[in-house]
């Protein structure tokens, strides 16, 4: 007994993965096997089945080494029949002192034999469910590097060159875009130039500045898309700004639409953003010394928007006031709602609620992984952007919209940004998704954001 315990156990663990080491059994043969010999007693290669009735049947300790891979695992209820595996051709042991098992149809030896089988399987569960922890923490380290990926370089984020233009597949385009915004404001009888100016970080930025078909108002509104989107996110927007007398810029961030592919690429959901936000400024200060400047932005834009007000003063000089549209507090909490929601309650789960309160422990640990390897990505950027920090700090008058069926976002993020001293207004879309709310409620929204801006445009 004591042989079978010290010897290596069974590791369930690797053999689950598919991946078993080189290890070694000391087992008992079972009497009935078949053990052609050759040569000086040398044993040829042969397969065992190990089953219950055949482990009652042993008579001798035998060494088994090399295991190949396990096709599958047996019965469970088949007690020591887990697997099949090969012994190589091996000389037979020299018989030693100590405890020797033999075969005998007393009750005694019989308890004998399963006492050793149960406690050579004991050890083996345990070094099983060690095993299986690894195994278990290396999917949910890959489950957390996809939700990553998906957060910082979205399937549908497309950047391409000024020569190329920008992208016309379908694939990529936002679902709730209509389809003249698709090919720009010229298919929508607008009248706009194309403009090109640099970052803060010196990346050249792409997009368009559109005039106003009403009287003119003397303001110019700079308005940014979202993570993965580029410049027509605001597009449809556009017509009732324009009709009264806003001047509309409109423009790629960083490595999005046709702006330069700059940094690591992909969204660093308002890092830079913040920075291009700042150029933008300075150059609309520069083009158009006699425009007012208000600032429009739309998630990671609403962001980028906040963040640049509060920790530059020449933007927080320059401009008159801010329209964020369903803005988050903080990259933390954006990734635990879009990890929770999207990734385990939609995705995984398929909405049940059963299965998602069963995985609790499962996204606990997902959620801290997912965590640290964003952050992980953007720690050679500057520190991340809080906007519920940065709120804080603005003067400037705010308008914070948010949509109540936001599934990226949630709204109570917008909520608690309300809290804030500078914004003077808030307003929750009913039924609204993200990015959703012109849309879901064209009236109302266009009611909020003129009223807003005349009220604060000077």
């Known amino acids: 007994i004591k042989r079978v315990v010290d010897s290596p156990p069974f590791n369930l663990g690797f053999i689950v993965a598919g991946c078993a080491p080189h290890w070694s059994v000391t087992w008992l043969p079972p009497v009935t096997?078949?053990?052609?010999?050759?040569?000086?007693?040398?044993?040829?290669?042969?397969?065992?089945?190990?089953?219950?009735?055949?482990?009652?049947?042993?008579?001798?300790?035998?060494?088994?080494?090399?295991?190949?891979?396990?096709?599958?695992?047996?019965?469970?209820r088949e007690l020591v029949s887990i697997l099949k595996m090969s012994r190589k051709t091996v000389a037979p042991p020299k018989p030693k002192g100590g405890l020797k098992l033999k075969a005998s149809k007393s009750s005694g030896s019989s308890v004998v034999h399963i006492s050793a089988i149960v406690v050579a399987l004991a050890v083996g569960f345990r070094s099983g469910l060690l095993g299986g922890a690894i195994l278990g923490f290396v999917m949910l380290d890959k489950l957390a590097e996809l939700m990553t990926q998906n957060l910082l370089f979205p399937s549908f984020l497309v950047n391409t060159g000024p020569e190329e233009g920008l992208s016309q597949d379908p694939n990529k385009m936002c679902p709730y875009w209509p389809p003249e915004t698709v090919t720009g404001p010229g298919s929508m009888g607008l009248v706009y130039e194309d403009v090109e100016f640099k970052s803060l970080d010196g990346c050249t930025l792409r997009g368009w500045v559109l005039k106003p078909t009403g009287k003119d108002?003397?303001?110019?509104?700079?308005?940014?898309?979202?993570?993965?989107?580029?410049?027509?996110?605001?597009?449809?927007?556009?017509?009732?700004?324009?009709?009264?007398?806003?001047?509309?810029?409109?423009f790629d961030f960083h490595a999005h639409g046709t702006s330069d592919y700059?940094?690591?690429?992909?969204?660093?959901?308002?890092?830079?953003?913040?920075?291009?936000?700042?150029?933008?400024?300075?150059?609309?200060?520069?083009?158009?010394?006699?425009?007012q400047i208000a600032?429009?932005?739309?998630?990671?834009?609403?962001?980028?928007?906040?963040?640049?007000?509060?920790?530059?003063?020449?933007?927080?000089?320059?401009?008159?006031?801010?329209?964020?549209?369903?803005p988050f507090l903080s990259i933390p909490q954006l990734a635990a709602?879009?990890?929770?929601?999207?990734?385990?309650?939609?995705?995984?789960?398929?909405?049940?609620?059963?299965?998602?309160a069963l995985l609790y422990p499962v996204r606990v640990v997902t959620e801290l992984l997912c965590l640290g390897k964003v952050m992980s990505k953007l720690k050679h950027l500057s520190g991340p952007p809080s906007a519920k920090e940065a709120i804080a700090r603005v003067t400037l008058?705010?308008?914070?919209?948010h949509g109540t069926a936001d599934q990226i976002v949630s709204h109570s993020h917008s909520e608690e940004l309300a809290r804030a001293p500078c914004v003077k207004r808030?307003?929750?879309?009913?039924?609204?998704?993200?990015?959703?709310?012109?849309?879901?409620?064209?009236?109302?929204?266009?009611?909020?954001?003129?009223?807003?801006?005349?009220t604060h445009v000077r």
């Open 426 to 454: 808030s307003w929750f879309c009913q039924g609204a998704g993200h990015c959703q709310l012109w849309d879901t409620d064209q009236g109302k929204f266009e009611e909020e954001v003129l009223g807003f801006l005349a």
């Open 337 to 356: 709602f879009v990890l929770e929601n999207v990734g385990f309650r939609t995705l995984i789960c398929r909405k049940s609620a059963v299965f998602f």
């Open 397 to 401: 008058p705010t308008l914070v919209m």
């Open 262 to 291: 700059c940094g690591a690429g992909g969204t660093s959901l308002g890092l830079v953003e913040s920075e291009d936000v700042r150029g933008a400024v300075r150059w609309a200060a520069a083009a158009h010394p006699t425009l």
């Open 217 to 250: 108002r003397k303001c110019l509104l700079i308005m940014t898309h979202g993570a993965a989107r580029d410049r027509r996110a605001w597009l449809r927007h556009c017509p009732f700004l324009l009709e009264a007398g806003y001047t509309c810029m409109l």
């Open 33 to 76: 096997a078949n053990r052609p010999r050759t040569g000086s007693g040398n044993r040829t290669s042969l397969r065992y089945r190990f089953t219950p009735k055949a482990a009652l049947e042993l008579i001798s300790f035998q060494s088994l080494t090399a295991a190949d891979r396990v096709p599958r695992l047996l019965k469970l």
């Open 295 to 326: 600032l429009v932005g739309t998630s990671t834009g609403a962001v980028a928007s906040i963040v640049a007000s509060a920790s530059d003063e020449k933007v927080h000089g320059r401009v008159t006031c801010i329209v964020a549209e369903n």
